[in-house]
């Protein structure tokens, strides 16, 4: 039996399938108990810790680290696939903020829904506006039509952002507040370190030039962010000249201030890494969540002429955006952060999941869901609902390209650190 994915097959699944599912083990890339990093997370203390917690994984209680949470691995998904859209071998709607034209402000370039933190609900799309710098998103017919999306509805974002009806949105700062529209996420991923132990984390400086930890440092008296060790050059107060302090106030007076001087050879307890037995990636795409978002409408609010055809063909649409992130996450590799670079312990195996509980898995790699992706959008588009690559282009409002340059100066004098 094959087990290619066609579109027939695709289209069954999504009617009457429970899910696509990934359970994919992993090691480190220097080899089975070699020592990786994973996130650190603040606590009520200010102590940078990693979310360890018990699982129940085969019957047995086992330590477990989480690597990659589900909101990082929606956003490395968006960043997988915002390659494939660059390039051109995806073609789905994509909405971009174009930094480009305001002076100092071109590094940012295009600013895309997916690389907004809330996609099509962030605050740089609210706070942009037309090409011709006249009307706010939210007044633009399309960002009205948003504003008003619900599940019971949900062609405006279909539209204009369907990865949002993918990996979830809640439209929480819009015209409606808590009361805007709120997608679940049908896609999610996340990696995790079973059976792991921690470790320790050394450090130490030697420095090269030699200089002591007890000379004294001060602010200069005509440049307070910069330092000096002559008292009659120093900026004075209370009679006395002022030790230099970085704004979090390690090492006041002292050379290590700016970074000069050794450190002593430490031991950090609490973020030294970990190793363990193996890494789990564990990937749901949730069917039934597909089949719960309704389309009545087109873009511009005219009746679809067959609802039902229509939402089928949608949700079919939606499932091949969903398996693209899949299968370009795959291909960009698990490099997650500095010394956590992960590899799969054999090919890539999607399974799906039947109403009566079998599951069978199926092939599918980059050519095969492009085109997948390609033929489900042009059915979705002959009932009605239809991906345009980009259907809208905006550019900053002057306010929030005046906010962006009063922060980088900000940022620029040092100040803000605190915050």
Known sequence: ?????????????????????????????????????????????????????????DGQDVTCVLLD??????????????????????????????????????????VTTLQAPHRIADAILRDATDVDGKVLFRDLPEGRAFSDATTRNATAVYQLCPTALVLGVW????????????????????????????????????????????VPVYHRKDNENDW???????????????????????????????????????IDAFAGGITFDYAMQTTVLSLPGLRRLHFVTKLDGKP????????????????????????????????????????????????????DGSVEVVDLDAPSVATLMRDAAEAAAQQGLVWQREPLKLKPAPKLVALIRKSRSEAAAGAGEDE
């Not at 649409?317 to 956590?340: E, F, P, Q």
Request: contains cysteine.
């Open 1 to 57: 039996m094959s087990r290619r994915l066609s579109l027939e097959k695709l289209r069954h699944l999504v009617r009457i399938g429970v899910a696509f599912r990934i359970r994919q083990r992993l090691q480190p890339a220097g080899g089975a108990g070699d020592k990786i990093f994973p996130p650190t997370y603040a606590t009520g203390d200010r102590t940078l810790k990693y979310a360890v917690e018990v699982r129940r994984i």
């Open 69 to 110: 949470s589900v909101a990082s691995q929606a956003n490395r998904i968006e960043e997988a696939l915002l390659d494939a859209w660059r390039e051109g071998s995806l073609t789905f709607p994509v909405i971009g903020v174009d930094f480009t034209g305001d002076h100092g402000l071109d590094d940012l370039g295009q």
């Open 171 to 214: 439209d929480s700062t819009g015209p409606k507040g808590g009361l805007g529209a709120k997608f679940a996420r049908a896609l999610t991923s996340e990696i995790v370190a079973v059976g792991a132990q921690e470790g320790v984390k050394v450090a130490s400086r030697i420095d090269p030039l030699g200089v002591q930890a007890n």
């Open 228 to 266: 000096t060790i002559e008292a009659t050059e120093a900026k004075h107060t209370g009679g006395k000249p002022m030790m230099f302090v970085r704004s979090k106030g390690d090492g006041k007076g002292k050379a290590s201030a700016i970074n000069h001087s050794n450190i002593a050879p430490t």
């Open 304 to 355: 679809l002429a067959d609802r039902a055809a229509a939402e089928q063909a949608a949700h079919v649409a939606l499932a091949t955006l969903a398996l693209a992130g899949i299968v370009h996450l795959r291909d960009r590799g698990y490099d997650l952060r500095s010394r956590c670079l992960l590899v799969p312990d054999g090919p890539l195996a999607i399974e799906a999941m039947h109403a």
